[in-house]
């Protein structure tokens, strides 16, 4: 060890005087890459001293006070597991365990189709790591598709599907002069589509208008697909989170699925079970039958090996811990409906103020939409306003996160909106 | 077809382009047969109905199975009861079981216990404190790079996902798409560049005939390497070979390295787990850094925490100066927004706890040279095992290669053979993992191999 201590000393000495100081960086020509959107606004709060400052930027649940919350059942399971389990690789599928129980909730606790095991599911990083592997699987299978983007949508959406080198259409959605559905646009574009396309749906509680079809519109929609023969694939970020109740919030997904669709879903635990920083969701493709799905979880499961080899257990055990024990899942579903509660009383609340303030505005929308975002119909102009004088931190598109408003500021809020927006 | 879709990458936009071809042909006839059954035909959608049309991915074959992780899958299957898995490289103990190493476990509790911890996302690029920590472990705290604030570190899923990223990275920002990768190299090295979009070429590395390194054509193959060219290099226990360079070898590749302009790629996996020092496992990496230049290095905490299925790991670049670190660093989140968003928090949380505590930083030292320490005292007991029973061959090799595995020198045939008599599993180019073997099951493998090269050849 010394001698080699030795050598090495004298090797590094030799190495500063045959440096490369004179060569330039190989990165001199890199821009600096423009900040995140959403992320960027949470920066930028944090970096506020006023103490009035409100952060409705990132879709992160926050309690009446303001502070992030970490479940219960979430706790409870963390000590079940810390000082019992190893922590060896989990198959590149992911847990299994997670992975079945993921599946019951979007298709149905005794769903067929997963006892006749037609459905290719593997476990993935949240919900933008469900995204992409299904990105990479259709630009791998089907490389001359595109996929179809509502307008608006998640802003990382676009992103994904670029880095998986997809083109990208658009089709109708929000309707900004109702602050809701633009169904008759929707249903053209649906119609227009080439037959066979590939469709990006919010399950429930649209990011980031917070508006949904109504179930007859999501039949309607279904039957159109069917006549198109359109790819539906599902990106459910908030069940649970939108009504309260997990098995509501699926009900598009249940429509399309009574209707044959061979769909694909991501699924994700981040925000319905406070485990954002761990990372769990599942990426799930219905196939025709038991072989099929074989094969296409196969293939799956090659795109994870060169891009993580294989998705982290601690978030996953955390699920599976929860989900197959009927006491903390009972515990899970209770608190899910409290998080959800809050949120609808606090559009309720956030409604009734500005109308108490006189707005000769309509402000129905703040209680039609639905689940951790709403829609404010603000400009940028107004949303600068908002940041600039009242330290109120949201994304240039308008986009509140309901899950930052609490009874302590929703009065402030309030005020301020009323403020930039009577003189539009 | 499906055979070279496996391929090292070298092949892979080929094979992509012949299979996308393959898969456009197969499509367009599906769809046409689709048209012709009446597009105008109402379709009634009823409860009951089951849909009658064809999967969109119907025409997929299946994935033959990762040959590393598909050793694993092929043990588990086998009742034997005195199977034994030589596969993947998971450190086991003298019992033959997984381990979580005690200093893990106490980071654990703190976690767990501390209710004031949330588990909000982390930033894009992670936890600070860990990545802060991690560019520490592999350059030194004393490192000028780290001194002088030019390193962009960002955490990443473990080993794969830091080469990932990085090689993204190069691919968008890099002038040079080409990396060379030495022969052999672990089986998922060329899939990920390739996926990322870079060319890969390889260099020589293994001499079978010495079953040692093959310098002089290591040098002609850099040596002729266009300028620029990216060349991964395995820090320290090479794998699946263990074959490592000496330190005086190494500066030699450096200086070659930084004479044609060629950047470095280190992906340092067993740091500590080779040598059983953290310090002398990066001196190779030191080096190159010592000297004023760039270079790339992906950090994993798979083995050398036992950290295997948290997934922790940390992508380093190291820049000429501050301010092009930030704007690497602010290109590397574009990567990894549309990937996953951000990396997971508990892994990372454990190594942080763990390297920012000097209690607990030690702890883990002593607990790393044992495992260490294990593996080279079962490397000695094997070779003088084989030598002891009269085993044809020069098995020196086994106590010469470093780290977790041996390059056996077994042919697939002998491999083979060793799996369906012998119930032992291991990759098919003959290595094997040390950390599966203990003094018990010792005995069992040479029988093997001494049946495998007296009667397979």
Redesign the interface.
């Known amino acids: 060890m010394a001698s080699r201590t030795a050598i090495s000393r004298g090797i590094l000495r030799r190495s500063s005087t045959f440096g490369v100081r004179s060569v330039a960086s190989w990165w001199k020509n890199v821009d600096p890459a423009p900040k995140d959107p959403i992320l960027g606004v949470t920066e930028a709060f944090l970096a506020d001293p006023s103490p009035d400052k409100v952060n409705v930027g990132v879709g992160a649940y926050r309690d009446d006070n303001g502070k992030p919350v970490v479940l219960e059942c979430v706790r409870e399971a963390e000590s079940k597991i810390a000082g019992n389990l190893n922590m060896e690789y989990l198959p590149m599928g992911g847990s299994m365990k997670m992975v079945e129980e993921t599946l019951k909730l979007a298709y149905g606790e005794n769903s067929d189709l997963i006892k006749e095991k037609r459905i290719a599911a593997v476990q993935a990083l949240s919900g933008t790591g469900a995204c992409r592997l299904f990105a990479d699987f259709q630009k791998r299978f089907h490389p001359d598709s595109q996929i179809y983007i509502p307008v608006p949508t998640w802003a990382n959406h676009h992103n994904i599907w670029r880095d998986a080198q997809v083109p990208q259409r658009t089709f109708h959605y929000y309707h900004p002069e109702s602050k809701g559905l633009d169904f008759a646009s929707l249903m053209d574009d649906v119609k227009n589509a080439p037959s066979g396309s590939f469709f990006l749906l919010h399950a429930c509680a649209h990011n980031p208008t917070g508006v949904d079809p109504s179930e007859e519109q999501w039949r309607e929609i279904s039957y159109q697909f069917k006549v198109n023969g359109h790819f539906a694939f599902f990106d459910m970020a908030y069940q649970g989170f939108a009504s309260g109740d997990p098995e509501r919030d699926a009900k598009s997904i249940r429509i399309f699925l009574e209707d044959g669709h061979l769909i694909g879903c991501a699924q994700s635990y981040a925000k319905n079970m406070g485990l954002y920083g761990q990372r769990v969701g599942c990426l799930s493709v219905l196939c025709e039958d038991e072989t099929q799905a074989v094969v296409v979880k196969s293939q799956l499961q090659q795109i994870a090996r060169p891009m993580y080899s294989n998705p982290p257990v601690h978030g996953a055990l955390i699920v599976s811990t929860i989900l197959s024990d009927p006491d903390l899942k009972n515990l899970w579903l209770k608190e899910v409906k409290v998080m959800a509660d809050r949120i609808i009383g606090m559009r309720t609340a956030l409604r009734e103020n500005i109308e108490k303030l006189g707005s000769s505005l309509s402000w129905e929308h703040i209680t039609n939409q639905i689940g951790m975002f709403c829609y404010s119909g603000l400009t940028p102009e107004q949303v600068d306003r908002l940041t600039n004088e009242f330290h109120i931190y949201l994304t240039r598109n308008g986009r509140i996160s309901m899950a930052g408003v609490t009874t302590g500021n929703v009065g402030y809020l309030a005020n301020a909106i009323h403020e930039v927006s009577q003189s539009a | 077809m499906r055979q070279q879709f496996q391929l090292p990458g070298a092949h892979s936009s080929a094979i992509d382009r012949r299979l ?1 071809a393959l ?2 042909h197969l ?1 367009d006839s599906s ?1 046409s047969s ?2 012709s059954q009446n ?1 105008n035909q ?2 009634y ?1 009823s ?1 009951t ?15 033959p199975e ?1 040959p590393i ?1 598909g050793v694993t ?1 092929a043990f588990n299957k086998d009742p034997s009861p005195i199977k034994l898995n030589l596969g ?1 490289g ?1 450190y086991r103990t003298e019992e033959g079981k ?3 190493l005690n200093v ?2 106490r980071a ?2 703190l976690i ?1 216990n501390d ?1 004031s ?8 690029t992670g936890l600070a404190d860990f990545n802060k920590f991690s560019a520490k472990l592999i350059f030194g705290a004393d490192s000028p790079a780290i001194q002088g604030n030019r390193v962009a570190t960002v955490q990443c ?2 080993g ?2 830091s080469l ?1 990223v990085g090689a993204e990275f190069l691919a968008r ?3 040079q798409r080409l990396i060379y990768i030495p022969l052999p190299t672990w089986g ?1 090295h060329p ?2 560049f ?3 979009g870079l060319s890969v070429k390889t260099y020589r590395y293994y001499d079978p005939a010495t079953r040692g390194l093959n310098f002089q054509g290591l040098l002609e193959d850099l040596g002729s390497a266009p300028s ?1 060219a990216v060349v991964l290099l395995h820090a320290c226990a090479h794998n699946p070979t263990g074959v490592d360079p000496t ?2 070898q ?2 030699q590749i ?2 070659l390295m ?1 004479s044609k ?1 060629l ?1 470095p790629f280190f992906d340092s996996a067993y740091q500590g787990f080779a040598s059983g ?1 953290l310090d ?1 496992d990066a ?1 190779p990496v ?3 850094v ?5 270079c790339l290095a992906a950090q994993s905490y ?1 083995k050398n925490m ?6 922790v790991g940390a992508l380093s ?1 190291v ?3 501050t301010d ?1 670190a ?3 660093e ?2 590397l ?3 990894i ?11 990372a949380s454990i190594v942080a706890t763990i390297l920012k505590d000097r209690d607990m930083y030690n702890e883990w030292t002593v607990e790393l040279k044992a495992m260490a320490d294990r593996i080279i005292s079962m490397r000695k007991q094997l070779f003088d095992a084989l030598r002891a029973r009269g085993t044809p061959g020069d098995w020196s090799h086994i106590i010469k290669q470093i780290g977790m595995f041996t390059f056996t020198g077994l042919n697939s045939e002998q491999v083979a053979f060793m799996t369906n008599e012998y119930h032992i599993y291991m990759t098919s180019d003959g290595r094997i993992s040390m950390a599966g073997l203990s003094s018990k099951t010792v005995p069992h493998l040479v029988d093997a191999i001494h049946a495998a090269v007296t009667r397979v050849v």
């Not at chain 2, 036992?306 to 997934?311: A, K, M, P, V």
């Not at chain 2, 927004?337 to 892994?347: E, Q």
Request: glycine fraction near 8%.
């Open positions: 996308s898969v456009r499509g769809a689709m048209e597009p109402t379709i959608a409860v109905a089951s849909f009658n049309g064809d999967s969109v991915f119907s025409n997929i074959v299946r994935a990762d992780l899958v993947v998971a997984p381990l979580v893990v476990r654990e509790q767990v209710r911890r949330v588990k909000e996302y982390l930033p894009i899923l473990s794969t996902g990932r920002h890099y002038h998922n899939k990920i390739a996926t990322a620029g330190l005086e190494w500066e450096r200086q930084r302009g950047l020092s002398a001196q030191r080096m190159f010592a000297d004023g230049g760039e798979a036992g950290l295997y299925g948290e997934r670049i820049c000429k100066t092009v930030s704007r690497v602010s290109q989140k574009l990567v927004r549309p990937m996953y968003s951000s990396p997971p928090i508990h892994g």
